[in-house]
């Protein structure tokens, strides 16, 4: 999923592999091998990658469809006069949905 992600973004924002690797201080090879998933970034360069197009890592994995998670931290705020337990519960009802609505 990440090798689409990334070719996707680039695409978006009209960003060269070299543009790219300029800006995370990486050969235009190593870019290239990461869209041919004949390499891998590290963790950093994860963040680094998200950073450049401001997304999360999660997103970039494949593992959310939610790009940044502004969206999160407005929806916790509204958890302020909650109890622990409730938000857990609220948490634990988001999961859910989550995983009944994966492969839809």
Do not use: C
Not at 65 to 71: A, S, T
């Amino acid at each position: 999923m990440f090798v689409k992600t990334l070719k996707k973004l680039r695409n978006e924002n009209k960003v060269s592999q070299s543009e790219l690797a300029k800006h995370l201080l990486v050969s235009q090879q190593a870019v290239a091998k990461w869209e041919t998933e004949r390499s891998t970034p590290d963790p950093e360069m994860l963040r680094k990658i998200a950073a450049f197009f401001n997304v999360s890592v999660d997103y970039l994995l494949g593992n959310t469809i939610v790009r940044n998670y502004p969206e999160q931290v407005a929806l916790h705020s509204n958890f302020d006069n909650l109890p622990e337990e409730a938000i857990k519960e609220i948490e634990s009802h988001i999961a859910w949905v989550k995983e009944k609505y994966k492969d839809k």
